[in-house]
Each structure stands twice: as structure tokens, then as C-alpha cells.
């Protein structure tokens, strides 16, 4: 498998996955319609409260506001949407991917919702949410095709003059990595860029990063970018992916996002890191405040099924470092172990 191979795919899928875009504006309507007429009701109540006099108007309102929401969810058009579904999983072969499950689940829901002769006030919040779930995927088909057609574009054109100082080579060790994380590898290490190129003040549009080279079977990206934001990223990760593997089963007695969160940032001193990297932190309180979380979780991401990577020259190997620590606490048990005296 090449990077083409990755490209064409999503060339494929998108192609299959046309339909859906005007799927996504007919359940945005049904959305619109939601938030409009839930709206009327609050203005309403905010207005004139709810007492024994009016609560029969209230609940006439609610019945209302369904009854506009179900006219609009017949709209939707369920049968070619099953003809949709089944062209995208001859593209993907995965019923259990994301996408289909959030298209069936949603076109669950406006069946049942438009059939039923009354609905709980709680199933329509789960409707709803089923409407943006579905809206998301869709779009986040079409921007990885996009993405990964810029890609290919700036491979294609060999146009791409760099220092090579100002370049960083990430390898993934595990061979069986399918198209999908490939994309989604590429998009969370362009996401770390652009992050970091705000934290920089540094125009990510103007400094784009480029890829040299990009290989599958196990996967490898060799990128440029902004000499200061490449420094930077290269000093993080290394010093991210080694504190995540050396901190494995910490790691995952941690509950909770938040907390990972927060070990990373409080253990490498991410402050400090941006002020050696020549950031006035005091100056960026703000932007630092928006994208240090979520550089920290993009770097989990790049770990998770992942137990070798190298950053640069650095490789870090997860079987090595619980390896390591098993060494080190059974040394620890023996040191602790009086020694048996042999009987002559």
C-alpha cells in the first residue's frame, strides 16, 4: 500500500458519499426547525411563565413544536439513503465505521420520530443529537479528501524547496495500520502544527507544512515547516512520547481525559518548554490557554495503538520500557529478599 493508494480511497468514498451532502442539509432543516420553535416556547415561558392558567397552552405549544419537527423529518429521503449506505460500505467494508453508524442511527431516528404519534421531550434532545453526530462525520469525509488531495498535489508538483533543518521524520512501527488512521495521522500532526504555529504568532497559512515524504506498510511522514515551530514540535514530542511510554501503566490507572491532560503539561513543564523556545508566555497566556490542552491530547492520540515511534533520530519502544520496569521491580524484590542459607 503507497500514499496513493490512501488518496484514492477517499477519492472513492467521497464519490459514493455525494448524496450525503444533501442528506446533511435536510437534517439541518430538521435541526433548524427544532431550534426554532424551541426557541418561540422559551421567549414564551420567559414571558409570560407557567402557571395554572396557561399550562394548557404550554403543552399545546410542545405539541406544536413536535408536530413542525416530524413535517420536516418527512422530508428526509430515508430510501436513498439506504442505497447510499450500502454503495459507501462496499467502498469501506467496516459496518461498525463511524460514518455508517451515525447515518443509520440518525435515519433511525427521523423514521421512528416521523411514525410516532407522540415523543418524549428527551428523545428529541437524543435526535438532535443524533443530527449532529451524523453532520459531523459527513463533513469530516469531505475534509480528509480535500486534505489528503492537497497532499498529493504538493508531492505531485515536486515543488517543495526546504531546509533540512527545518524538517521532522515520524515513523509508526505497527505494520497492519489501515487507510483511515493513516489520514487521521496526517491530520493530527498538521493539527500540532498549526497549534503550535499560534502559539508561535506564527501564520500557518504562510508557513505551510509540506510533506517530503510519506511511505505505508509501517508508516512514516517526513515533513517542513517553520523552522521554530519544527523545533519545537520535536522538542515536545520527544519529550511527550517518552514521558506516555515510560509512565504506561500510570498512565492508565489516570481517569479521565483531564487528567492525562494535566500530567503531561505538569510533568514536562510545558510553560517552561515554550519559554526555552523563546515564547513570552506572559504575552500568550491566552493562546497558549486555547491550544496547550489540545496539544497534549493530539500527542496522545499519535500513541494510542501504537508501542514503537520514532521522533527525529529518537526511538521510543513501549515493549522496552514495561520491560524495563519489570526488570527494575523484580530487582527491587530481590534486594528486599533475605538470601537462603545453604545446610551444609
Same mark, same amino acid.
Given at each position: 500500500?503507497?500514499?496513493?493508494?490512501?488518496?484514492?480511497?477517499?477519492?472513492?468514498? $467521497?464519490?459514493?458519499?455525494?448524496?450525503?451532502?444533501?442528506?446533511?442539509?435536510?437534517?439541518?432543516?430538521?435541526?433548524?426547525?427544532?431550534?426554532?420553535?424551541?426557541?418561540?416556547?422559551?421567549?414564551?415561558?420567559?414571558?409570560?411563565?407557567?402557571?395554572?392558567?396557561?399550562?394548557?397552552?404550554?403543552?399545546?405549544?410542545? /405539541?406544536?413544536?413536535?408536530?413542525?419537527?416530524? &413535517?420536516? $423529518?418527512?422530508? %428526509? !429521503?430515508?430510501?436513498? #439513503?439506504?442505497?447510499?449506505? *450500502?454503495?459507501?460500505?462496499? %467502498?469501506?467494508?467496516?459496518?461498525?465505521?463511524?460514518?455508517?453508524?451515525?447515518?443509520?442511527?440518525?435515519? +433511525?431516528? =427521523?423514521?421512528?420520530?416521523?411514525?410516532?404519534?407522540?415523543?418524549?421531550?428527551?428523545?428529541?434532545?437524543?435526535?438532535?443529537?443524533?443530527?449532529?453526530?451524523?453532520?459531523?462525520?459527513?463533513?469530516?469525509?469531505?475534509?480528509?479528501?480535500?486534505?489528503?488531495? !492537497?497532499?498529493?498535489?504538493?508531492?505531485?508538483?515536486?515543488?517543495? &524547496?526546504?531546509?533540512?533543518? $527545518?524538517?521532522?521524520?515520524?515513523?509508526?512501527?505497527?505494520?497492519?495500520?489501515?487507510?483511515?488512521?493513516?489520514?487521521?495521522?496526517?491530520?493530527? #500532526?498538521?493539527?500540532?502544527?498549526?497549534?503550535?504555529?499560534?502559539?508561535?504568532?506564527?501564520?500557518?497559512?504562510?508557513?505551510?507544512?509540506?510533506?517530503?515524504?510519506?511511505?505505508?506498510?509501517?508508516?512514516?511522514?517526513?515533513?517542513?515547516?517553520?523552522?521554530? %515551530?519544527?523545533?519545537?514540535?520535536?522538542?515536545?514530542? +520527544?519529550?511527550?512520547?517518552?514521558?506516555?511510554?515510560? +509512565?504506561?501503566?500510570?498512565?492508565?490507572?489516570?481517569?479521565?481525559?483531564?487528567?492525562?491532560?494535566?500530567?503531561?503539561?505538569? *510533568?514536562? @513543564?510545558? /510553560?517552561?518548554?515554550?519559554?526555552?523556545?523563546?515564547?513570552?508566555?506572559?504575552?500568550?497566556? @491566552?493562546?497558549?490557554?486555547?491550544?496547550?490542552?489540545?496539544?497534549?491530547?493530539?500527542?496522545?492520540?499519535?500513541? /494510542?495503538?501504537?508501542?514503537?515511534?520514532?521522533?527525529?533520530?529518537?526511538?521510543?519502544?513501549?515493549?522496552?520500557?514495561?520491560?524495563?520496569?519489570?526488570?527494575?521491580?523484580?530487582?527491587?524484590?530481590? =534486594?528486599?529478599?533475605?538470601?537462603?542459607?545453604?545446610?551444609?
Amino acid at each position: 500500500m503507497i500514499f496513493k493508494d490512501v488518496v484514492n480511497y477517499y477519492n472513492e468514498l $467521497a464519490e459514493k458519499s455525494k448524496y450525503l451532502l444533501e442528506f446533511k442539509n435536510q437534517i439541518l432543516q430538521v435541526k433548524a426547525k427544532y431550534i426554532e420553535a424551541y426557541t418561540y416556547i422559551l421567549d414564551g415561558t420567559i414571558t409570560s411563565g407557567v402557571n395554572a392558567s396557561n399550562v394548557e397552552s404550554a403543552k399545546n405549544q410542545v /405539541t406544536n413544536m413536535v408536530a413542525c419537527i416530524q &413535517v420536516e $423529518a418527512r422530508k %428526509v !429521503n430515508l430510501m436513498e #439513503i439506504g442505497k447510499v449506505i *450500502n454503495e459507501i460500505y462496499q %467502498v469501506k467494508k467496516d459496518k461498525a465505521s463511524k460514518l455508517l453508524n451515525s447515518i443509520e442511527n440518525c435515519s +433511525n431516528w =427521523i423514521y421512528n420520530f416521523s411514525n410516532m404519534p407522540s415523543i418524549a421531550v428527551q428523545q428529541i434532545e437524543s435526535f438532535i443529537k443524533s443530527i449532529d453526530t451524523a453532520v459531523k462525520e459527513i463533513d469530516n469525509i469531505f475534509y480528509k479528501n480535500d486534505f489528503l488531495n !492537497n497532499i498529493n498535489s504538493a508531492i505531485e508538483s515536486n515543488e517543495c &524547496v526546504y531546509e533540512e533543518s $527545518a524538517t521532522l521524520a515520524i515513523r509508526m512501527y505497527r505494520t497492519q495500520i489501515e487507510l483511515g488512521e493513516m489520514a487521521n495521522y496526517m491530520i493530527i #500532526i498538521n493539527s500540532i502544527y498549526e497549534r503550535v504555529c499560534a502559539i508561535f504568532n506564527v501564520s500557518a497559512s504562510e508557513y505551510k507544512l509540506m510533506p517530503i515524504k510519506i511511505e505505508s506498510g509501517s508508516w512514516y511522514e517526513k515533513i517542513f515547516g517553520n523552522s521554530k %515551530v519544527m523545533a519545537f514540535i520535536e522538542d515536545w514530542l +520527544n519529550r511527550a512520547v517518552g514521558f506516555i511510554y515510560r +509512565n504506561y501503566t500510570n498512565e492508565g490507572k489516570l481517569k479521565g481525559q483531564s487528567n492525562k491532560i494535566n500530567a503531561l503539561k505538569e *510533568n514536562l @513543564k510545558l /510553560t517552561e518548554l515554550c519559554e526555552k523556545h523563546g515564547i513570552n508566555t506572559e504575552e500568550a497566556k @491566552k493562546v497558549l490557554k486555547q491550544n496547550l490542552d489540545a496539544l497534549c491530547l493530539d500527542t496522545y492520540k499519535l500513541t /494510542t495503538r501504537n508501542n514503537k515511534i520514532s521522533i527525529g533520530e529518537n526511538v521510543y519502544d513501549l515493549g522496552k520500557e514495561i520491560s524495563q520496569a519489570v526488570l527494575e521491580s523484580a530487582s527491587d524484590k530481590y =534486594i528486599d529478599t533475605p538470601r537462603l542459607e545453604k545446610y551444609n
